[in-house]
T-cell receptor, first 109, second 114 residues
């Protein structure tokens, strides 16, 4: 079983600030997905990272996949209240997703 | 809207009662998944179907839980003799077997057992 650790558990910042959340594993990911879940809704896929060292940008979101494919980070620049939500990572080693506990991000206006 | 839909969105029941939830996947998706999410945690896999066949069940799925997908389209998840520990968000997702296999989630059914 692949153990996933997401940190921090909670993050509260002011609008306009930057933030980074992390996803780490005890073993290698074949690929990894990041999701955002808003309160009362299901998770929505943000990105899939596949190659070690890969960097993907989605507007103000930057996703990095570690060279060894055991860790990943999500950086948000100039956060907005609409970025508020639970950020989840999940390896895609299997047909079923095994999510981390997530990082709850709150962006205050 | 052609996304995954779930019904009901909220359910409050008393301990010992049975409840049934429905999931309608994206129409061309042949895989359907059920997950459970408790407060402060990520979703945990319960079971999945490929067409009408239930191919895997998690150990989390006790014998009080049963899921069906009789015609390979919509699915139901029934919980018998509910317990307070069953209180959670029940999420459904669907995907295709071809392509990148991305799972698309529904909005969930939030269950509260009193």
């Amino acid at each position: 079983t692949q153990l996933l650790e997401q940190s921090p558990q909670f993050l509260s910042i002011q609008e306009g600030e930057n933030l980074t959340v992390y996803c780490n594993s005890s073993s290698v990911f074949s690929s990894l997905q990041w999701y955002r879940q808003e309160p009362g809704e299901g998770p929505v896929l943000l990105v899939t990272v596949v190659t070690g060292g890969e960097v993907k940008k989605l507007k103000r979101l930057t996703f990095q996949f570690g060279d060894a494919r055991k860790d990943s980070s999500l950086h948000i620049t100039a956060a907005q209240p609409g970025d508020t939500g639970l950020y989840l990572c999940a390896p895609t080693n299997d047909y079923k997703l095994s999510f981390g506990a997530g990082t709850t991000v709150t962006v205050r206006a | 809207d052609t996304g995954v839909s779930q019904d009901p969105r909220h359910k409050i029941t008393k301990r010992g009662q049975n409840v049934t939830f429905r999931c309608d996947p994206i129409s061309e998706h042949n895989r359907l998944y059920w997950y459970r999410q408790t407060l402060g945690q990520g979703p945990e896999f319960l079971t999945y179907f490929q067409n009408e066949a239930q191919l895997e069940k998690s150990r989390l799925l006790s014998d009080r839980f049963s899921a069906e997908r009789p015609k390979g389209s919509f699915s139901t998840l029934e919980i018998q003799r509910t317990e307070q520990g069953d209180s959670a968000m029940y999420l459904c997702a669907s995907s295709m077997t071809s392509g990148d296999g991305t799972q698309y989630f529904g909005p969930g059914t939030r269950l509260l057992v009193l």
